[in-house]
């Protein structure tokens, strides 16, 4: 277990990061980790939450976070680490050393006391591992309070200082080449602190940089006038003398003006946990780096920078990239972001509603919250990543139209962009243009792949080699490595063997087959088994790999899969992303596919991709299965017996996190499959995913899998599977307002399931039909189709009682809804069906709630959402969410009925799921008349009226009319009336009890009062 207050607030147990809850939940963490086993009193909590004026529910709000961490952290840590209260506060027990903070100042106090003691190497070495591992700024990225904001500068003061000490024992070690990196960033970020100013001096004078130590001396002067109007130093004025004293005598001993040239090596000050990939034997491009970040360091911080570097296939444009975000990281110690958009991959780039996915997801957003609009994606993204100083790398573009979505808005955010495309629409400064590698950088390259030793023996074999490879880095890294496995070669063997093959010069001077023959070079030396292996990852557009799908791929056992990818990742043909899971670079798999196109034959080929195909499909099913209605599985998907069982188990059942790992794959291999002769496989896998899509509101994922599903098996002419591709549609279409669209799929399965005979199939599809029409106010019809279907066959029709409780709630009958979802519950018990289970729950406190029996309610939703957290089910999380706030109204606790009000329209929003951000709204909008705030009551109803009508939801319509009459009764009793018109039009129309109270309302105007 550890805890990390450095860089951003984090727990990191066995099982992954803690979630930590809202700001203010986290801030009280926060308070609580900085005194670990400390007492952290009450009032001293309140005040950092509430600074300024607390709210009177403020004591209840903190015991509320501190309970919810408590059982959050027992359950990760199964005890182990634990939140006590005690008389007049809380205490975090925890040993010290778990947290980073008290780790690292444990650390750097030894290391001065070494220092005092004259152990200088013993004291050196200890700092420099503190200032290595120090991550960031305190608490990056929360609101903090007095005490942590006075905390925050205190720490940054002892990470200078010991800075500053590193320094100092290094130039006393006379290593001042490792004092200057270090030195060039601690300075520029403080450029009006002078004795980092003056350490930097006395480190370049010790290189013999004269030039630099006096810019050093020029840029400190100028700051200090610049803001705070003083001049610099005595020491820096003595340092400046000496630089100038020092030229003056090397210029009258050497006769000229040349000047020594620093060539001390760049560090990588950038140590906070990220997402960026590492970046390997990263050299050239000095003048480059230098002036970007020089230009960043110069620049307006207050809000997003963006820079484009764009460039040929392999000249180094990632590795630049990420270089620069791992040296800005200390800049931006928010975050390091990281994604390919896929941009001149085979198949299409990413798309940006998916980009945002991930990028949220690296964000540490579940994906739960996550919106299905793009523009709620984009408006999500943008308020998150404003809130941090982030780094954000956004790799392979293909265009700029792919990239303005992902750009911030607001918030100091650094943004580097690359493509092999110029982008010039993105920003105003032009791109960094990057060509091939210099000579002496190629050079330099290959010499950290091969060693000094080997270049020096061969110098005209070393320049002949990397004129070969064109100066491209990804050729030179490609060759260079193959080298460095021969130590027996020499430069001009690998000389020979490169000018040998008659394909690789003139491949080597085209732009999007530069390194093709460097791939050769380290292709050629596998064994057949290995090759095939290589080749097969051509075959497929999937993101990554696991080893079990490498076995499916290639026929072959695990233990001999597992065996032959690690031999393609010790040979850099292969990258391991993950632990156990594998991809290759664009260019890479365009070269496996080709080799594959002249080496398989395609039948060798087609049964590859079916034997991964058919994996997936099994492997969903088996991960997928406490969660979905086994019988009903088998009679959508008729799958035979896997082709490979030997590897399922693999796969475990209910790991819901192997599926989100997997979620872009599935999307991405649906649509191959479609398009490539596995309609069969297509469909099948766009099935057998819905319920994971469906459970974590991926409802765009649904749309798109089962639209290539659709296509593919109307190309076959099977109607069963087109019938099954609509109805999965329409779920999606139902969850986000379309519902025109949503009856259009529906009534087409109704129409192919009758002409094929199938009564259960063509029941289904009509209860589906059911769900539509009380959505859209057809109630009476509705209660006709779920009465019928559970009459026919109660325990086989587990969804259709949720369908038939909510219409009789919807109508009033209470009790009877009761009874429907108590027979739900005692189904879903006895099938282990954790989804129903806790829909079921929900479904009771709801009814329970419009009883006004709130303390059963408040009970049966809680048990409902606990339930939900624990099994990944984000389905109607948002329905419950404001049922509870209502509950809460109707016992008079009014602040934890706001809170799980603002709770449920988040969810709804983050779900996409129109009608119940409408439905979320009208139940504020009550809450909020209740507490006397008039005219945002009045507003919300709007809000909800607003969206209401635009999806044609006429209950919520109906409820937001009747609330707004509610609101201008007293001052514009005319414009009441008819918004009550309005909403008793509605509600007879839809034949529900609320009618009724209309009337009497209606009938109370015209009469007058008694």
């Known amino acids: 277990m550890n805890i990390r207050v450095l860089g951003g607030l984090a727990v990191r147990t066995e099982d992954g990061y803690l979630q930590l809850g809202t700001p203010k939940q986290q801030l009280v963490f926060a308070m609580l980790a900085v005194h ?92 420099a591992d503190v200032v290595e591992a120090w991550p960031g700024v305190l608490l990056a990225g929360l609101p903090l309070g007095p005490y942590l904001t006075t905390l925050r500068e205190a720490v940054e003061r002892d990470r200078q200082l010991a800075v500053e000490l590193l320094a100092e024992l290094r130039l006393r070690l006379d290593r ?298 990804l050729a030179i890294r490609l060759a260079g490595t193959r080298l460095a496995h021969r130590p027996a070669w020499s430069m001009s063997d690998m000389v020979r063997r490169l000018a040998g093959n008659p394909t690789f010069l003139p491949r080597l001077q085209a732009e999007a087959r530069t390194v093709v023959g460097a791939f050769a070079e380290s292709y050629e030396p596998l064994g057949d088994s290995a090759k095939r292996v290589f080749r097969s990852f051509g075959l497929v557009a999937a993101g990554h790999f696991d080893t079990a ?83 009903l599985v088998d009679l959508h998907l008729r799958l035979t017996a896997p082709l490979r069982p030997d590897l399922l188990p693999a796969r475990v059942s209910g790991d819901l996190e192997w599926l989100e790992e997997q979620r872009l794959n599935l999307a991405t291999l649906v649509r191959q499959a479609a398009r490539e002769g596995h309609e069969a496989l297509a469909w099948r896998l766009a099935r057998a995913a819905w319920r994971f899509f469906y459970m974590r509101s991926y409802f765009d994922d649904i749309s798109a899998t089962h639209g290539e599903g659709l296509v593919a098996a109307r190309r076959t002419g099977d109607r069963h599977a087109v019938a099954l591709m609509h109805n999965y549609l329409a779920s999606a279409c139902v969850r986000t307002g379309a519902y025109q669209e949503a009856s259009a799929h529906l009534h087409e399965v109704v129409s192919i ?44 029709s587990l969804p259709v009682l949720p369908n038939l409780g909510l219409t009789l709630r919807f109508l009033g009958r209470y009790d009877e809804s009761m009874a429907v ?73 009014h602040a934890e009925a706001l809170r799980h009000h603002d709770a449920a329209i988040e969810a709804a929003a983050d779900s996409g799921e129109r009608h119940v951000q409408a439905e979320a709204r009208n139940e504020l909008a009550v809450t909020l008349r209740a507490v006397g705030r008039q005219e945002e009551s009045a507003a919300m109803f709007r809000q909800a009226l607003d969206i209401a009508t635009r999806i044609a939801h006429p209950y919520e319509q109906a409820r937001a009319l009747s609330g707004i009459a509610e609101h201008l009764a007293n001052t514009e009793p005319e414009e009441a009336l008819r918004y009550r018109q309005r909403a008793l039009a509605i509600f007879e129309w839809m034949d529900v009890p609320q009618k009724d109270e209309i009337r009497r309302l209606l009938a109370e105007t015209v009469s007058g009062p008694t």
């Not at 400390?38 to 001293?44: D, Q």
């Open 753 to 796: 399931r009758a002409k094929l005979g199938d009564v259960e199939g063509t029941d289904r599809a009509r209860v589906n039909l059911g769900v539509l029409y009380w959505l859209t106010g057809r109630i009476r019809e509705s209660l006709d189709i779920n009465q019928a279907a559970v009459r026919a066959s109660a325990l086989d």
């Open 821 to 893: 979802h108590r027979l739900h519950l005692f189904v879903a018990r006895i099938r282990g069906d954790q989804f129903h289970l806790s829909n079921a729950l929900g479904h009771l406190g709801g009814v329970r709630y419009r009883l006004g029996q709130n303390a059963q309610a408040e009970r049966l939703l809680r048990a409902s959402l606990a339930l939900r957290n624990r099994t990944g089910n984000g389905y109607a999380r948002a329905e419950i969410l404001s049922d509870l706030a209502g509950t809460y109204r109707q016992l008079g606790r």
């Open 176 to 473: 001042a080449d490792l004092a200057v990196p270090l030195l060039r960033a601690h300075a520029s970020r403080h450029p009006l602190r002078e004795p980092a100013q003056v350490l930097l001096m006395r480190a370049l004078i010790r290189t013999d940089d004269l030039s630099g130590a006096l810019a050093v001396y020029q840029a400190a002067q100028d700051a200090l006038a610049e803001q705070l109007g003083v001049p610099p130093g005595p020491e820096l004025d003595r340092l400046r003398r000496a630089a100038l004293d020092a030229r003056r005598t090397r210029r009258r001993t050497r006769g000229d003006g040349a000047e020594a040239v620093p060539n001390g090596p760049n560090a990588d000050t950038g140590r906070t946990p990220n997402w960026l990939p590492r970046v390997p034997d990263f050299v050239g491009r000095r003048k480059i780096v230098d002036r970007t970040l020089a230009e960043i360091a110069t620049g307006d911080e207050a809000g997003p920078v963006v820079r484009v570097i764009d460039g040929m296939a392999g000249c180094g444009k990632t590795t630049l990239a990420v270089h620069l975000a791992h040296r800005l990281a200390d800049r931006f110690p928010g975050g390091q972001l990281f994604i390919d958009l896929g941009g001149h991959a085979e198949e299409a780039p990413v798309q940006p509603a998916s980009a945002l996915v991930t990028l949220l997801r690296q964000l540490g957003v579940p994906a739960s919250r996550i919106p299905g609009e793009l523009p709620d994606r984009i408006e999500m993204w943008r308020r998150e990543v404003a809130l941090r100083r982030a780094v954000v790398v956004l790799d392979n573009a293909a265009d700029s139209a792919q990239v303005e979505s992902l750009l911030p808005v607001a918030g100091p955010v650094m943004v580097l962009v690359t493509s092999r495309r110029r982008l010039l629409a993105l920003t105003e400064r032009p791109p960094v243009s990057l060509s091939v590698l210099s000579e002496p950088d190629a050079l330099a390259l290959l010499t950290t792949l091969v060693g000094a030793r080997r270049v020096e023996a061969d110098p005209d074999g070393a320049s002949e080699m990397v004129r070969l490879c064109g100066g491209l880095p």
């Open 36 to 127: 670990a086993d400390r007492l952290v009193t009450l009032n001293s909590l309140v005040d950092e939450l509430w600074p300024e004026k607390p709210p009177r529910s403020a004591v209840p709000n903190v015991r509320t976070y501190a309970a919810n961490l408590r059982r959050s952290l027992e359950a990760a840590t199964a005890g182990k680490m634990t939140i006590v209260r005690e008389p007049g506060g809380y205490r975090l027990r925890v040993e010290a050393d778990e947290v980073d903070l008290a780790r690292l100042t444990t650390r750097c106090q030894r290391a001065r006391e070494l220092a005092e003691a004259g152990d200088t190497t013993r004291a050196a070495a200890l700092l």
């Open 549 to 631: 799908m490498v076995g499916a791929l290639t026929d072959l056992p695990l233990d001999e899969a597992a065996d032959l990818v690690d031999e393609l990742v010790d040979r850099h043909l292969v990258e391991e992303v993950a632990d156990g899971r594998y991809r290759l670079h664009d260019l890479m798999r365009q070269y496996a596919y080709e080799l594959s196109l002249q080496a398989d034959s395609e039948s060798t080929r087609k049964a590859a991709v079916e034997g991964l195909l058919d994996h997936l499909v099994h492997s969903v099913v088996v991960v997928s299965a406490p969660v979905e209605e086994k019988r």
